[in-house]
């Protein structure tokens, strides 16, 4: 596709003079900028939108300690600032973005990225995700390592950052389209100096259909030079768009210092030049070899999960499918543009974030138009895709396109699409009930037309909009399918959607998904080749402590301001004869030697495992204190653990019998299909109560699933306020 | 374009190419500083120098790696952010740093080293540049 001209695409900038004009002044907060000392700035900037009110207040060392930063900050502040009664729509929720000590260092691969931490809409509890782009990083250098966001505006607003002025203004903007690729697009024209000032700028927005539904995303803009325009990168989970509409933030804009080597003024620039040296040097001689992120990011995990029967295919039923070729790697490779440079912040020599330029769009208020798509990362040709029986490309770019310029997580709006499409297949939904929308598998074009109902929050969309787990609650009550079906086939735990990989056939990626803090996300624990390729987690121990070390060594990029993929989805050329691979031990070194390098704080993995944990506890018993956080909210649905239907069974006959006459000791033969899937889920949901056991043991917790006293002891977490939450579950 | 263009076959190793360089390029009398790097090796020596492939041009993020009029790839130093992936993208490893500092430098085919030689190991020779990353 070298032939399309990266730079041309639909104009969306129109009358920016005459928008600025219509914004109304509604407070001003001068400061003095400052650069981080050593990665940390140690200020917050704080917003109350209700009562106008901009300040700055500084960040105590015992805070710094015990939080480290990033999601650890986004974690205190919201506890801080609501009770266990409040709603992800009351005005005391808090929205808070923190980069992280380590965001914003240029040497080092996937050192861009902020955390955003809210009172989810889809869980009612914390959702924390992590998201690239510039805006982390100008936020820090211009002088803040959070910018925490309570009350409601009236009206659409947007909040303006000057870190070169020393200036924070918060505006009323009737004018501007909330959608991201234009929001991005006119803030970021609007307030760069020149053209040169453009990398400057970014901006976070929502869209539209963050007003109507409850799996709004936020989009974090940087400027691409080559392709001059803005490109974004998705905080996708959880809601964190829709708590940001329901504030009347239309966006974030931030405008920071030019970046230079060493902005955040490190301790030790050479060490983390060194390390970042040799990183680049690894990239460049190995990803041909291994991923080929460089040239189609995460979309080249298509096949490889399809040719392990790990590819969600019609709502999770399925590992595989006879078209996945037409979505896999190959595709995407031509389909992206290879002559740009696709990295979300400075120095990510992985550069995953593709783009496909020159894409005219089919349908919706932009039809006809000629836009950039970011993407599609895996999870989004997996889940829109695959997941949804799609598998022609122009769909799945369509869909992601929309997905983001309106707001909405594309893994859980896939595995929405999906179960509504499953319903329909089941007559759980017919044209009736859905408004005459017809919505079968592998149509993209309905898949299409859902999103644009969502967007508008009508019809079908505007249910579907609300997630799966309401959708099941509501199809339950009003009596369309057999609640035992809806719960087994509704893919969410805790309220959030299931990204998109089978875990069907690996117990340790059961639990890497179900007992997770936010809900199943792999960001915590991706085990399924360990588990079932490598088979390196025989015992249910060997599974509890990768459930272990996995999640809080993860835990550790968002407290930190770290992108996961430079970690291991590239490795050195003698990685596989380390004594523990899986872990790649050399760059987990080049993380101790990369934070000692911005901190000056020497540390072993042994610390880092501790700066997790304190966190990691601390999320669970937030949990516990918003009414989860227990045994009960960590069971998925059996689709997760197990055949759930005759057709899934007889998928993989050949296996499940397996199973039954050697797992659980009786002979299929002399069994019916109903009867077999009723005995192996039996076996099945026993193992995962025996996986809960042995987890919960190995991080320190109670058989309910409650940090004990002695683990938050031992953590430095035994805080008045966390004793006082946990203290009443662990009578008896 | 012109390209530094070394002929190892005339070098005796008086590494006088790199002492100019490191003079000339980064005003320093630390060899370090120097964007040309002969090697002396079992068949005699071996020279690490920019050809001013462009390859650099393609990875860089800021758009500090240009290549001017002339055809030579520079450095526009208020433009780099120190990201060092042309270090680890440039296929002849001919893009170099100074231990303690934090932005690269290479071979602007200034000619200084071309005059210091004393045996006529390195010539400028011209090369289109037309089809180049620029």
Redesign the interface.
């Known amino acids: 596709m070298s032939e399309i001209d990266i730079t041309h695409r639909t104009e969306v900038c129109h009358d920016l003079p005459g928008q600025k004009a219509a914004h109304k002044m509604l407070a001003e907060f001068r400061y003095t900028p400052s650069l981080p000392e050593r990665g940390y700035t140690g200020r917050a900037l704080r917003v109350d939108l209700a009562k106008k009110e901009i300040r700055e207040e500084p960040i105590p060392d015992r805070i710094r300690e015990l939080f480290t930063g990033g999601r650890g900050y986004g974690l205190h502040y919201l506890w801080n600032g609501i009770q266990p009664n409040t709603q992800w729509n009351d005005p005391e929720n808090v929205l808070t973005i923190a980069p992280g000590p380590l965001c914003g260092n240029?040497?080092y691969p996937g050192s861009g990225k902020s955390l955003v931490v809210t009172l989810s809409p889809l869980t009612d509890i914390p959702i924390d995700s992590n998201v690239g782009g510039y805006f982390g990083p100008l936020l820090k250098f211009s002088g803040f390592d959070a910018l925490v966001i309570t009350g409601k505006a009236e009206h659409d607003v947007i909040l303006v950052i000057d870190g070169v002025e020393g200036r924070v203004t918060l505006e009323e903007a009737p004018k501007e389209n909330p959608d991201s690729h234009v929001a991005a697009e006119v803030f970021t024209r609007m307030y760069a100096r020149d053209e040169k000032d453009l990398?400057n700028v970014s901006v976070v927005a929502a869209g539209r259909a963050s007003e109507h539904c409850r799996v709004g995303c936020l989009n974090f803009s940087w400027y691409d030079?080559r392709r001059k325009c803005t490109r974004i990168k998705q905080a996708g989970r959880g809601g964190t768009g829709t708590v940001f509409r329901d504030k009347k933030l239309k966006a974030l804009v931030v405008h920071g210092p030019r970046?230079?080597?060493?902005a955040n003024r490190p301790a030790d620039?050479?060490r983390i030049?060194k390390v970042?040296?040799k990183?680049?040097?690894?990239?460049?001689d190995y990803d041909d070899q291994q991923c080929h992120m460089r040239r189609q990011g995460t979309a080249h995990l298509v096949e490889i999960m399809d040719a392990y029967d790990l590819l969600p295919v019609h709502n999770f039923q399925y590992g595989n499918h006879p078209d996945t070729p037409k979505i896999n790697s190959k595709v995407w490779d031509q389909r992206f543009t290879q002559?740009?440079?696709d990295?979300c912040w400075?120095?990510c020599?992985m550069a995953c974030s593709k783009g496909a330029d020159g894409f005219t769009l089919k349908t919706g208020p932009y039809r006809g138009h000629v836009v950039t798509v970011d993407g599609p990362e895996y999870e989004t040709a997996a889940g829109l895709g695959s997941n949804c029986g799609i598998f022609d490309p122009h769909w799945i770019l369509e869909c992601n396109f929309y997905c983001d310029t309106y707001g909405v997580d594309t893994i859980s709006y896939g595995t929405i699409c999906a179960f509504v499409m499953e319903c329909f297949q089941r007559g759980i939904l017919n044209a009736e009930r859905t408004g005459g929308l017809t919505v079968n598998f592998g149509d993209g074009a309905a898949q299409l037309e859902l999103l644009h109902q969502l967007a508008q929050g009508k019809g079908l969309g505007a249910i579907a909009g609300q997630g799966v787990a309401r959708m099941k609650k509501l199809f339950a009550e009003k009596g369309w399918g057999d609640p035992q079906l809806l719960g087994d086939m509704g893919m969410e735990v805790k309220g959030l959607e299931y990204s998109q990989y089978n875990s069907k056939e690996s117990l340790a990626q059961q639990g890497g998904y179900a007992l997770t803090n936010k809900g199943p996300q792999h960001d915590e624990a991706w085990l399924i080749f360990m588990d079932m390729v490598n088979k390196q987690l025989p015992t249910f121990e060997d599974k509890a402590e990768a459930l272990h070390y996995f999640p809080l060594f993860r835990t550790w990029f968002g407290l930190c301001g770290l992108c996961k993929l430079p970690w291991n989805d590239i490795e050195p050329a003698d990685n596989a004869k380390q004594p523990e691979p899986q872990k790649v031990p050399e760059h987990v070194q080049n993380y101790l030697n990369l934070f000692a390098g911005v901190t000056g704080r020497e540390i072993t993995i042994q610390d880092l495992l501790r700066m997790s944990e304190r966190v990691y506890n601390f999320q669970r018993v937030f949990n516990l204190r918003m009414g989860k956080g227990r045994r009960e909210h960590d069971q998925p649905p059996y689709r997760s653990i197990g055949p759930v239907t005759r057709e899934e069974y007889q998928s993989r006959a050949e296996r499940y019998d397996k199973e039954l006459k050697e797992k659980i000791g009786v002979d299929p033969a002399s069994l019916s299909l109903d009867e077999k899937i009723r005995r192996v889920r039996e076996y099945r949901l026993d193992r995962y109560q025996k996986l809960c056991d042995a987890v919960y043991k190995r991080r320190g917790w109670t058989p309910d699933g409650i940090p004990t006293l002695e683990t938050l002891q031992k953590l430095g977490m035994d805080l008045p306020e966390v004793v006082e939450v946990v203290r009443p579950h662990l009578k008896g | 374009m012109k390209v530094l263009t070394p002929h190892p076959e005339k070098c005796q190793g008086a590494f006088a190419c790199v002492k100019s360089c490191a003079k000339a390029l980064n005003k320093k009398d630390d060899l370090a500083h120097s964007a040309i790097r002969p090697k002396k090796t079992a068949q005699g020596f071996s020279f690490t120098v920019c050809n001013q492939c462009g390859e650099c041009i393609?990875?860089?993020?800021?758009?500090a790696l240009r290549r001017n009029k002339a055809g030579t790839v520079l450095i526009q130093r208020d433009l780099?952010?120190?990201?060092?992936?042309c270090?680890?993208?440039c296929p002849h490893k001919a893009m170099f740093?100074v231990?303690?500092t934090?932005?690269p430098f290479k071979c602007t085919s200034c000619g200084n080293c071309v005059k210091a030689c004393p045996h006529g190991a390195l010539t400028l020779e011209s090369q289109d540049h037309a089809n180049l990353p620029a």
Do not use: K
């Open positions: 240029t040497q990398p030079i970046v230079t080597a060493d620039l050479e030049a970042g040296e990183m680049h040097f690894e990239i460049h002559t740009t440079v990295g400075y120095g020599s | 393609r990875v860089c993020p800021t758009g780099c952010v120190g990201c060092l992936m270090i680890g993208f740093r231990p303690g934090a932005t």
